[in-house]
C-alpha cells in the first residue's frame, strides 16, 4: 500500500518537529510587535502544495532571532499551515476508523490545531533545539538530507507508474508545486534538504537526551523533552524585530 510518508513533497518533514512540541508555555513568550501582527496565515489547509508554493515566493521578512538564528514571517505561515494540515489529515483519518471512541480520544491528542502564535512559538523551540545540537556536536549530512529528498521523489515516481491514485497526485502537485515556484527538481531537492537536515538534528538530539534519561524517567519520556525544551527557551536571547 501507498505510504504518504513517503511522497516527494519533503518539505513536509517538518511536521515531525511539531509532533514533538506541547504548544504549552508562557504566554507572553509571543510579544505581538507590529512584525507578528502583520502575519497573515491560512484561513484553510486543503492545498498544501499551492499554499506552500505562494508562501516560497513571497518576500521574507525577519520577525525575531533566537540566539543570533533568524526566524522570518515565511517560517512562522510555514509550520502554522503543515502543522494544521497534518492535523486536520490526522484527524479525518482517526474518523474514518473502527475504533471505539475511547481509543480515537487517545489518538486524537497527537493531532492539535495550532494559532499563528503556537506556531512561533514551536519555531522557537526548533531555534533553540538547534543551538543546543550544535553545542553538542550533533549534525546531519546535507548531502544525506539531499538524498532522502531524493529518494522520497523515487518512491512516488515509481508509484505513481504503478497506477497509484494517491501517487499520481503527488506527482502531479510536485509539478504544479514546481512551476508556480519556478524551481528545477534539482533545485526542490536541494531546498528540502535543508529543511530534513533541520529536522533529522533536532530527532537525533531528541533521542540522545532520552537516551540518556534515567530509567524511573523513561515511561515519561516525551514530557520529559518538553521539559527540557521549555528550558532551552527560558535562557535563549529572543530578539523581536
Not at 486536520?88 to 473502527?98: H, P, Q, R, V
Not at 518512491?155 to 524551481?183: P, R, W
Request: proline share 1%; net charge negative.
Amino acid at each position: 500500500m501507498f505510504n504518504k510518508k513517503h511522497t516527494a513533497i519533503i518539505l513536509a518533514s517538518l511536521l515531525a518537529i511539531s509532533v514533538l512540541s506541547s504548544c504549552k508555555g508562557n504566554s507572553d513568550l509571543i510579544k505581538q510587535t507590529q512584525k507578528v501582527k502583520d502575519i497573515t496565515v491560512a484561513e484553510s489547509y486543503d492545498d498544501l502544495f499551492r499554499q506552500s508554493a505562494e508562501i516560497f515566493l513571497e518576500p521574507k521578512t525577519v520577525v525575531l532571532t533566537v540566539n543570533g538564528r533568524e526566524i522570518t514571517d515565511s517560517d512562522i505561515k510555514t509550520k502554522f499551515l503543515f502543522t494544521n494540515n497534518r492535523a486536520k489529515n490526522g484527524l479525518a483519518e482517526i474518523d474514518a476508523e473502527s475504533a471505539d471512541e475511547e481509543q480515537k480520544a487517545t489518538e486524537r491528542e497527537n493531532y492539535k490545531y495550532i494559532t499563528k502564535d503556537e506556531a512561533i512559538k514551536l519555531c522557537i523551540e526548533d531555534k533553540v533545539q538547534l543551538c543546543e545540537a550544535e553545542n553538542r556536536g550533533i549534525t546531519t549530512s546535507k548531502e544525506d538530507a539531499r538524498q532522502t529528498a531524493v529518494d522520497g521523489y523515487n518512491n512516488t515516481k515509481e508509484f505513481a507508474e504503478s497506477g497509484n491514485s494517491e501517487a499520481v497526485l503527488a506527482m502531479s502537485q510536485l509539478d504544479e508545486y514546481l512551476q508556480i515556484t519556478g524551481q528545477t527538481l534539482d533545485e526542490y531537492f536541494d531546498n528540502s534538504a535543508e529543511a530534513v537536515v533541520d529536522v533529522g538534528t533536532i530527532s537525533r538530539l531528541r533521542a540522545q537526551y532520552i537516551q540518556d534519561l534515567p530509567l524511573e524517567k523513561q515511561p515519561n519520556a516525551n514530557e520529559e523533552y518538553q521539559k527540557f525544551v521549555d528550558e532551552l527557551v527560558k535562557k535563549a536571547k529572543i530578539e523581536w524585530k
